[in-house]
């Protein structure tokens, strides 16, 4: 059995005499007394001196171990894996470095030894000097943490592998930490991982393209923890498009993809998820907090697996307390959810901005299309056939023009009505308009708040019965 001991170990850039930075690669670590690392050869690791052993071993079938300390490489520093390695980190293993992780290669693995899946960390890259660029890598079990602390350094992430991370390296397969842009993780699959695929904070600008990857069924330690769960700061944008986001099919608090901005300071960069198809989770797609979100073209579909309604379940979902979110929602197919989309805001009279919210109008239709949206609530029952497509808990008027609600008829208002839920049902909500008629601009007038009746052309009513007129200047359903 290999003897592990435990080393703290900085390597130098080079000699005394330079600052001038190196590139090691594992080889080359294996050759430094005190580093702890050891490289396979036939077969057989390799030992170092600092074993204390003086014969190979075999051990778990060949690669390179990194030993359970932190590995600390010199600010400045650079490591490269090179094609066909295959690293493993042992017990609480982790490579610290302040330079150029590069693993731009056909085939290279970094993963855990046999008796470490649960607990071996990774790499954490920081400071003003960190830079990553990966392709074709496999990480299993491993994560990597990412903060160049506001430098031009960033992430590049193509066509890699992410299996069954273990979460002991952060909320998050790929964690950006600090202030960044450039990012970019690209055709990349992430599969069974305790928590998220790709986070930063709530107070790290960080500007990043998640485009064409596919992440299946990752939260499997049931946290609150989305795939995506980016936070919103500073001023870079970022885009998500084009992904596959499943679930696990099991009651869960996991989502699809999430963006918040819940620690203050200002937001001014645009969130587009746009393309993605977000299938299997407790929910769909959400904005949290005040921030600039276009939503278009995506499958939302069965986002349904959570213990109560109450806690989640939307397709799509916008929650802004405080007021002060943009939101364009376009051509998606939302389906088999517990709501559709559920916007969440400041009511009436308060004194907090209002949310914007724009899901179609006359000249700008929504294109969204619903279908079995519904809980297993008394009010939005699918058993019953009571089902909501949108939810405006909030004071802010909503158009919601141009789109194919899930009724028989789309010109049944009544019909369309009763999937919605807004001011005709809470006084103290904000309407959503859903069809755009002739008459309607001249009934908003003062003629209209005369106390008196009028259809949808703009004409008096005597004696209203069951249908949609307006009355007071607001739309209003007598049933």
Same mark, same amino acid.
């Given at each position: 059995?290999?003897?592990?001991?435990?080393?703290?170990?900085?390597?130098?850039?080079?000699?005394?005499?330079?600052?001038?930075?190196?590139?090691?690669?594992?080889?080359?670590?294996?050759?430094?007394?005190?580093?702890?690392?050891?490289?396979?050869?036939?077969?057989?690791?390799?030992?170092?001196?600092?074993?204390?052993?003086?014969?190979?071993?075999?051990?778990?079938?060949?690669?390179?171990?990194?030993?359970?300390?932190?590995?600390?490489?010199?600010?400045?520093?650079? /490591?490269?894996?090179?094609?066909?390695?295959?690293?493993?980190?042992?017990?609480?293993?982790?490579?610290?470095?302040?330079?150029?992780?590069?693993?731009?290669?056909?085939?290279?693995?970094?993963?855990?030894?046999?008796?470490?899946?649960?607990?071996?960390?990774?790499?954490?890259?920081?400071?003003?000097?960190?830079?990553?660029?990966?392709?074709?890598?496999?990480?299993?079990?491993?994560?990597?943490?990412?903060?160049?602390?506001?430098?031009?350094?960033?992430?590049?992430?193509?066509?890699?592998?992410?299996?069954?991370?273990?979460?002991?390296?952060?909320?998050?397969?790929?964690?950006?930490?600090?202030?960044?842009?450039?990012?970019?993780?690209?055709?990349?699959?992430?599969?069974?991982?305790?928590?998220?695929?790709?986070?930063?904070?709530?107070?790290?600008?960080?500007?990043?393209?998640?485009?064409?990857?596919?992440?299946?069924?990752?939260?499997?330690?049931?946290?609150?923890?989305?795939?995506?769960?980016?936070?919103?700061?500073?001023?870079?944008?970022?885009?998500?498009?084009?992904?596959?986001?499943?679930?696990?099919?099991?009651?869960?608090?996991?989502?699809?993809?999430?963006?918040?901005?819940?620690?203050?300071?200002?937001?001014?960069?645009?969130?587009?998820?746009?393309?993605?198809?977000?299938?299997?989770?407790?929910?769909?797609?959400?904005?949290?907090?005040?921030?600039?979100?276009?939503?278009?073209?995506?499958?939302?579909?069965?986002?349904?697996?959570?213990?109560?309604?109450?806690?989640?379940?939307?397709?799509?979902?916008?929650?802004?307390?405080?007021?002060?979110?943009?939101?364009?929602?376009?051509?998606?197919?939302?389906?088999?959810?517990?709501?559709?989309?559920?916007?969440?805001?400041?009511?009436?009279?308060?004194? /907090?901005? /209002?949310?914007?919210?724009?899901?179609?109008?006359?000249?700008?239709?929504?294109?969204?299309?619903?279908?079995?949206?519904?809980?297993?609530?008394?009010?939005?029952?699918?058993?019953?056939?009571?089902?909501?497509?949108?939810?405006?808990?909030?004071?802010?008027?909503?158009?919601?023009?141009?789109?194919?609600?899930?009724?028989?008829?789309?010109?049944?208002?009544?019909?369309?009505?009763?999937?919605?839920?807004?001011?005709?049902?809470?006084?103290? /909500?904000?309407?959503?308009?859903?069809?755009?008629?002739?008459?309607?601009?001249?009934?908003?007038?003062?003629?209209?708040?005369?106390?008196?009746?009028?259809?949808?052309?703009?004409?008096?009513?005597?004696?209203?019965?069951?249908?949609?007129?307006?009355?007071?200047?607001?739309?209003?359903?007598?049933?």
């Amino acid at each position: 059995m290999l003897m592990k001991k435990v080393f703290t170990f900085i390597l130098m850039a080079a000699a005394a005499c330079t600052l001038q930075a190196k590139v090691y690669t594992f080889a080359d670590l294996s050759q430094i007394e005190g580093s702890g690392v050891t490289v396979a050869s036939d077969g057989a690791y390799v030992l170092t001196m600092s074993t204390g052993l003086t014969e190979p071993m075999s051990l778990d079938g060949g690669g390179i171990i990194v030993s359970k300390s932190d590995l600390t490489l010199a600010d400045g520093n650079g /490591l490269k894996i090179n094609d066909g390695e295959v690293i493993k980190f042992s017990d609480k293993a982790r490579i610290v470095m302040n330079g150029l992780l590069e693993a731009d290669v056909q085939d290279a693995t970094i993963t855990a030894t046999d008796d470490a899946t649960g607990t071996a960390l990774g790499i954490r890259l920081f400071g003003a000097q960190s830079k990553a660029v990966l392709k074709n890598l496999t990480m299993k079990y491993v994560g990597i943490t990412f903060g160049p602390d506001g430098s031009d350094g960033n992430l590049v992430a193509d066509g890699c592998t992410f299996d069954s991370f273990n979460g002991k390296m952060g909320t998050s397969n790929i964690n950006f930490t600090s202030e960044s842009h450039g990012n970019v993780v690209n055709n990349c699959t992430f599969t069974n991982g305790q928590v998220a695929c790709v986070a930063c904070g709530s107070n790290v600008p960080c500007g990043i393209d998640i485009t064409n990857c596919v992440m299946d069924k990752n939260g499997v330690s049931g946290r609150l923890t989305p795939a995506i769960n980016m936070g919103l700061y500073g001023s870079y944008d970022i885009n998500i498009e084009n992904n596959v986001v499943t679930g696990r099919a099991v009651v869960t608090r996991t989502g699809g993809i999430a963006v918040s901005h819940l620690m203050g300071g200002e937001f001014t960069g645009t969130v587009t998820i746009k393309g993605n198809t977000v299938t299997d989770n407790s929910y769909g797609i959400t904005l949290t907090g005040p921030g600039k979100v276009i939503i278009e073209n995506n499958v939302v579909k069965n986002n349904r697996y959570i213990a109560s309604a109450m806690n989640g379940g939307s397709g799509i979902n916008i929650t802004a307390n405080t007021g002060g979110a943009i939101a364009r929602i376009r051509g998606n197919e939302i389906e088999g959810n517990m709501w559709g989309i559920t916007l969440i805001g400041p009511k009436a009279g308060s004194e /907090l901005p /209002l949310i914007e919210v724009d899901l179609g109008t006359a000249t700008d239709p929504g294109l969204n299309t619903f279908k079995d949206n519904g809980n297993d609530g008394t009010n939005y029952s699918i058993e019953a056939g009571n089902l909501c497509d949108l939810y405006n808990n909030s004071g802010s008027e909503v158009y919601a023009v141009g789109n194919t609600w899930n009724v028989a008829d789309q010109e049944d208002l009544d019909a369309i009505e009763a999937v919605i839920y807004n001011m005709n049902d809470d006084e103290s /909500l904000g309407e959503v308009i859903f069809a755009q008629e002739t008459g309607i601009a001249e009934v908003k007038t003062a003629a209209a708040t005369d106390g008196r009746y009028y259809d949808l052309m703009g004409r008096p009513v005597a004696n209203p019965t069951a249908g949609i007129y307006i009355h007071q200047g607001k739309k209003l359903i007598v049933r």
